[in-house]
Each structure stands twice: as structure tokens, then as C-alpha cells.
């Protein structure tokens, strides 16, 4: 019998490029398929080849399109993933949720249902996991699963093809008799090696994803950290895979795809430090070269363990700089100093490795002048390439928590709500009042202001040209990559016209 797991339309919609695939439904399909069962992946934001803006820093107004775009029933991307699901004729459809696309994963059920009345919807991911009575509240849905599904979706599917007991599978969410019923939480998966290595050949569409896109993994799973803006569904605990594994990994995508060029999407990939040296020791025996870029924070980087990284192909390494104030840094609960945010800036730009610093604004009790220093801060930073992002509350974080406490947020929205708002205001009372000490206007303007600082920032030649030299192993081993950037470097110098 047949899954087909869908990653709802989102990007592509917003009118944003969108990187990479959805590396948990290839986890997901590795697991069905060790199970007995056929796996396919529609990631509807590459159904159709990869476009879109680069500019991140009009997001908000893409995000607008995007609310047009899942309200049109007759958009030619619905037309299209209609299509492709009959095509699949699948006998299980499970759908990714993401907080953010909320809405584009209720039109997707909604659609599934229509076309294929009868097959069973299971939704799951992050936004199911954070709430999963409003998940379940769909009509057209009819499981849920909370947390790591990698075991819960194979005993699932044997559960509905062999009419078996519901109740006795961990972290399912499921209806009984019109009454939603939550199943106690399962154990994590302790061993990470246990887990089948991600199929990515169960992707649709494979001529739309780059060699650098096939390159997405992940090393570890957890963060052991408290920041009061990220929902810790791993309970801040941080399991590691064997280097072993690791590798067997970039050597079968290596093989399958080309891939030289691998993301490795740990949390905070630094936290064990010899894990990190065994890696680096091991990339550094394969029979070919390849670079690698990964997330870290500033308090967990040292010279020896740079120099290491470095030498084993390190192209890229991003971090979180969140404020340039103080007092706000203190209430993201991240435990670092800007002293120890220029400190790693320093040793970063001293071994000329391309980093990315990520900044928000617009937390709750934010000032104008806070602001304000944080824009002056990415002059003192002077990442390769900065983030600006404004804060997006996510339910069971503290500064969700406290937005609720402060009165600007709601914490149970209805499903239709989803559907009308731009996914940057979801939880807002009113998106108009995002913060305490500063009205609309004047919120706006800062915004626009932060906006393109960073955006000049970015689109400085002199920084462009640091970050193409940062990748030149990158470039050498895949030269479609060259291609690919330059495209971008046209677009941030705003030439990007001459690529049409």
C-alpha cells in the first residue's frame, strides 16, 4: 500500500526561492518503506521548477500573496497538486505542518478530500505538535501525530489497514465516537543509527532540487539551550548519530546525486565538541572533497576547533546575534553577551569564514532605541551576510506565553483565521499592536529602516564578493552553484533583469 506525504505550498506561493526539501517526510519515508510500505513525496513548493525572490527582507509583503494565493481555489499550483495526487493514487496521504503555512495545510486536507474521499489524512510536524486540538479540529483530518513520527507513522498505517487499536500508538491525536482523544507521548528514539537513512529518491520531481539541495542532514537532534522565542520539542535533550552513520550518509547522497556541498541542520552543531572533531576527522578521509555549512552559537566556537572545521571543507557557519540591545538580548534568554558576540565575530572573520548573523526585532517590550541598536550592532558584527527577521510569536514558548500575559496575543485562534491572516500576525489581537512601547507607524518605519540597512548591508559588492570567495571549494567541486550565486549577486546589486 501507498503514502504519499505532501509538504504544502508556501514559498512558492509567497514568491520566495525556496532551498532544499523536506528533510523529516524523507526521514518519515525511510521509515514507511523499512515497514513494507510504498513512499512518495510531493514537496509542492519544487512541483514546478524553482523561482522567486532572494530579498528576505520583504517578507511581510510576499506573505500577502501568499494569503491570496491559498484562498484561490482555482490557483493554477492547487490545479496542479490535484493532478499529482490522483496521479499518485496513494492509499495514506500524510501532510507536513509548519505553523507559518498553517493555512495552505488546511487547503491541502480540504482538497485530499475532495478528490480522494475515502483515504485516510494523518498531519504531523511542528505546528501539530504545538497544537494539536486545533490540528485535529479539521474536519478532513483524521490523525495527528505529535512529535517524531518515525516509528509512530509505520505502526499507524499497519493500525488503519489491519482495523488495529488506535489507542495503544504513543503521540497519535485521533477521533473517537466526534471526541478528539490524545494518546500518551512516546519515548524518543534513543539510537539515531536504528533509524533508516533518509530516502530522498521518494521525492517527486528530482529534476527540480540542485545538488546543494540534496545536501540537507542532520548530525543530532535537540538543543539543550532555553531560548524563550523556540518551542523545545526535544525536551533540550540532544541525541547524537555515530560518525558512521553520518557518513555512510554523505557518501549514498554523494553517490546518488553528486552532492559536494551538504547542509548540516543541527540545531546547534558545535555543542559536543569532540563530536564535532570526529566528524571533521572523518570528512577529511573521504575519497572525495566536499564543504559543509552549519547553525552553531557564538559561545560554543573556539580557533582550534574553527581551524578543524575549516580544514575539513567548512564553507558557511550561521549564528544568532538576535539584538543589539542588551536588555533585549537578556529577555531571549539565549545566556550570551554582545562581548561574546564580537569575540566570535572577530575569530569568524579572522579565518575568512562565511558567516551569517540573524537579528529580529519587534519583541514585546522592545524600544525604539533598542532598535536602533540593533541595527547599529551589525556595523560592529560585520557579518558576511545578516538576517533581519520581525519576531514571530510560536505557541509554548515563554515569550509566547508572556504575549498572551501582556494581552497582545490570542492563543486559540480559529482554523479560518489561518486562512485570512498573514502568517507574521497568526497570533496578534491586532497585528497593528505588536509591541508595548511603540505605535504602528512608527514600528513601521523602524522596520523599513532595519530593512534596508541590512539589505545594503548584504548587497554591498564588497561583502558579495567575500561570500563568493568563502565558497570557491563550493564552487570547484559543482560549478552549477557558481551559476546559481552569481544569479543571486545580480539580484541583491538589483540587476537582476539582465537574467530575463
Not at 153 to 177: F, R, V
Not at 414 to 437: A, G, I, S, Y
Not at 451 to 480: E, T
Amino acid at each position: 500500500m501507498k503514502l504519499l506525504l505532501i509538504d504544502p505550498p508556501f514559498k512558492s506561493f509567497a514568491g520566495i526561492f525556496s532551498l532544499y526539501f523536506p528533510l523529516g517526510l524523507t526521514y518519515l519515508a525511510g521509515a514507511v518503506k523499512n515497514a513494507g510500505f510504498d513512499c512518495k513525496i510531493l514537496d509542492m513548493d519544487a512541483a514546478e521548477p524553482k523561482e522567486g525572490s532572494l530579498n528576505y527582507s520583504r517578507e511581510y509583503e510576499h506573505y500577502g500573496s501568499y494569503v491570496t494565493a491559498i484562498n484561490d481555489v482555482e490557483h493554477p499550483t492547487w490545479q496542479l497538486m490535484r493532478r499529482l495526487i490522483i496521479e499518485q493514487k496513494p492509499d495514506f496521504i500524510g501532510i507536513s505542518a509548519l505553523t507559518t503555512k498553517f493555512g495552505s495545510v488546511i487547503q491541502t486536507a480540504r482538497f485530499c478530500r475532495e478528490i480522494l474521499p475515502e483515504v485516510p489524512i494523518i498531519v504531523g510536524g511542528a505546528h501539530a505538535s504545538t497544537m494539536p486540538d486545533l490540528t485535529a479540529s479539521i474536519p478532513e483530518v483524521d490523525f495527528v501525530l505529535r512529535g517524531e513520527s518515525d516509528e509512530a507513522m509505520p505502526e499507524l498505517l499497519q493500525a488503519i489497514q489491519n482495523g488495529g487499536d488506535y489507542s495503544k500508538i504513543g503521540s497519535l491525536t485521533w477521533k473517537s465516537n466526534g471526541k478528539i482523544v490524545h494518546n500518551p507521548d512516546r519515548a524518543f528514539v534513543q539510537n539515531l543509527d536504528s533509524l533508516p537513512l533518509p530516502d530522498r529518491k521518494a521525492l517527486l520531481n528530482p529534476e527540480h532540487y540542485s545538488s546543494e539541495d540534496m545536501g540537507i542532514m542532520l548530525t543530532s537532534r535537540g538543543c539543550p539551550f532555553r531560548c524563550s522565542y523556540c518551542f523545545h520539542m526535544w525536551d533540550r535533550l540532544v541525541r547524537y548519530r555515530s560518525v558512521g552513520s553520518v557518513i555512510a550518509e554523505i557518501e549514498q547522497v554523494h553517490r546518488e546525486f553528486g552532492t559536494t556541498q551538504f547542509s548540516l541542520k543541527d540545531d546547534s552543531f558545535t555543542v559536543k565538541r569532540k563530536h564535532v572533531i570526529e566528524l571533521c576527522q572523518a570528512f577529511k578521509k573521504l575519497p572525495f572533497k566536499i564543504t559543509f555549512n552549519c547553525t552553531t552559537r557564538v559561545d560554543l566556537l573556539d580557533d582550534e576547533m574553527l581551524a578543524a572545521m575549516k580544514d575539513a571543507g567548512l564553507a558557511q557557519i550561521s549564528v544568532g546575534i538576535e539584538s543589539g540591545s542588551a536588555s533585549i538580548l537578556q529577555q531571549t534568554d539565549k545566556d550570551i553577551t554582545h562581548a561574546q558576540i564580537l569575540k566570535a565575530a572577530k575569530m569568524l572573520n579572522q579565518h575568512s569564514i562565511f558567516w551569517t548573523g540573524y537579528f529580529m526585532i519587534g519583541l514585546p517590550t522592545e524600544t525604539e532605541e533598542d532598535i536602533n541598536k540593533t541595527i547599529a550592532f551589525l556595523r560592529r558584527a560585520r557579518p558576511y551576510y545578516a538576517g533581519i527577521g520581525v519576531y514571530n510569536p510560536f505557541p509554548r514558548t515563554k515569550l509566547f506565553d508572556q504575549g498572551v500575559e501582556m494581552g497582545l496575543l490570542d492563543p486559540q485562534p480559529p482554523l479560518e483565521h489561518f486562512l485570512r491572516t498573514n502568517p507574521k500576525d497568526l497570533f496578534f489581537k491586532d497585528p497593528k499592536r505588536r509591541v508595548l512601547n511603540i505605535d504602528h507607524e512608527k514600528f513601521q518605519e523602524l522596520s523599513e529602516t532595519a530593512s534596508q540597512q541590512f539589505h545594503h548591508h548584504n548587497s554591498n559588492l564588497f561583502n558579495l564578493i567575500r561570500r563568493g570567495f568563502a565558497r570557491r571549494r563550493a564552487y570547484m567541486y559543482d560549478p552549477a552553484l557558481l551559476l546559481r550565486d552569481f544569479g543571486r549577486g545580480l539580484e541583491f546589486l538589483g540587476l537582476g533583469s539582465l537574467l530575463k
